[in-house]
């Protein structure tokens, strides 16, 4: 059906559908609009507010597209290099390109100290100054957050705003300026930024976590090769002139104590030495002594102290300056029926005799490796069947009952209760160990003399 209308009710129809609609409600009902009229503007307004609602709904559906597709840039990117910078790289850009903001700083907070990782239009602004604030105002924080107000200093600087989130081991933060436009961040530009800004961090922290865990395999790998190789070098006590009990602890993966005998023409040599330090590098210098003195040893026949100085000069072209090696080097001489000994820098030996006597074999000199000359006396004794003697590192004589080292007169008195048992005497010492790591490397050794 049609609708008739004269020209004055026309006329008011087209004045009043120009209207912005927030005056049409007060018009639909004014007298001399007909009730077909007012029908017809009414539907106007209902049209113009659901064109409102649509816009503010593709609005937030195109903050929604942009945060999927930066979200997706950041994941790919962190899986595609591994490098935290990519992702600061990525993250300045998505700030500075979809929200408009030409003025940001990027920074990270760890173990209490902010670096700053980016900074865009910041000036020559104080970056030492601005961390230290920075740490001051992300104190304690640990969501995502633009509750946090920029300083006065960083007001004057033209930051207006500042979004931070921690995790368990640290933070990444966002201080920005003003958006191009000149208005301020909408809620939407709030909720799209602590969401990429969470994301980037959840990628920084998983890049971390995939680069330690790499350091952590290599160094693993690394280890196994050298106990391997250490293990080889640690030998079997097996000879027909005395029995040797060896029982050696590192403090950690690998160590720098080492024992040896090698069989000479004449004689047996025993070893027992302490490369200083501890770790991967310390075991590499003691394989190095090692191989140096058992090559030394094999074929010798002549005084100890001569060979002692070439030891010493071998070592010193093979180690670097920091690291040297103590050393007690015992020589059986069955045919004699006599036994030597020269100590370089290293704890005393002990002989127990009749099960009632200890005597400290200490004659000898200092480290090895570590000066250009060397001298020093051995120490030589006639031995009877039975006689024990207990060498070691001091890990052991170092070794803490109730906060006290048992030093050498404690270790003495082992001796005379365990005899050459050297299980016995580390049983007895782990016994009272308290803590999750040996302090040093522990090295024992007894020879019982046929």
């Known amino acids: 059906m049609a609708l008739l209308f004269d020209e004055k009710t026309l006329e008011t ?25 007012g029908y017809i503007l009414n539907l106007k307004r209902e049209n113009e507010l659901l064109g409102e609602r649509v816009r503010k709904i593709e609005k937030k559906l ?69 961390a230290s604030r920075i740490v001051k105002l992300s104190e304690g924080v640990t969501t995502a957050s633009r509750s946090l107000e920029p300083d006065e200093e960083m007001v004057k600087e033209g930051f207006k705003d500042f979004f931070y989130f921690s995790s368990s081991t640290h933070g990444l933060g966002l201080l920005l300026g003003k958006k191009i436009s000149g208005e301020d961040l909408l809620e939407e530009d709030a909720e799209f930024l602590s969401t990429v800004l969470k994301q980037a961090l959840l990628m920084v922290d998983n890049i971390d976590l995939y680069r330690s865990n790499l350091e952590k395999e290599k160094m693993e790998r690394e280890l196994m090769i050298a106990q391997t190789i250490q293990g080889r070098m640690l030998p079997l006590p097996e000879n027909e002139y005395c029995r040797i009990q060896p029982l050696s602890a590192s403090s950690y993966e690998v160590g720098g104590d080492f024992y040896d005998y090698v069989e000479g023409p004449n004689s047996l040599f025993i070893s027992v030495g302490d490369v200083s330090g501890k770790g991967l590098s310390a075991a590499l210098v003691m394989a190095s002594a090692q191989a140096t003195i058992r090559a030394m040893v094999k074929d010798y026949d002549g005084p100890l102290e001569e060979m002692m100085e070439r030891i ?74 039975g006689d024990k ?41 782990y016994s009272h160990f308290q803590g999750e790591r040996l302090k040093d490397d522990f090295t024992l050794l007894s020879v019982t003399l046929s």
């Open 13 to 37: 129809l087209k004045s009043l559908l120009h209207c912005p609609p927030e005056e049409v409600d007060g018009l639909i009902y004014r007298e001399e609009v007909p009730e077909t009229i």
């Open 62 to 130: 195109l903050s929604k597209n942009m945060e999927r597709d930066s979200l997706y840039d950041l994941t790919s990117e962190a899986f595609l290099n591994f490098h935290p910078e990519t992702i600061v790289m990525l993250l300045r850009n998505i700030v500075m390109g979809q929200i408009g903001i030409l003025k940001i700083i990027i920074f990270r907070r760890r173990n209490g100290e902010v670096e700053i990782l980016d900074a865009r239009g910041a000036g020559t602004s104080d970056r030492d100054s601005l």
């Open 312 to 385: 010493n000069s071998l070592l010193l072209s093979v180690t670097r300056t920091e690291m040297y090696c103590t050393l007690f080097l015992l020589e059986v001489r069955p045919k004699e029926r006599e036994i030597r000994w020269f100590n370089a820098g290293h704890p005393s030996a002990l002989l127990l005799r009749d099960g009632a006597e200890v005597r400290e074999l200490a004659d000898g000199s200092f480290f090895l490796g570590l000066f250009d000359t060397f001298s020093g006396s051995a120490g030589s004794l006639p031995f009877r069947r």
């Open 389 to 429: 003697i207990l060498l070691f590192t001091d890990g052991v004589s170092e070794f803490e009952i109730d906060g006290r080292e048992i030093g050498l007169e404690g270790l003495k008195d082992l001796f005379l209760r365990f005899g050459d048992d050297v299980e016995a005497i580390r049983d007895y010492l």
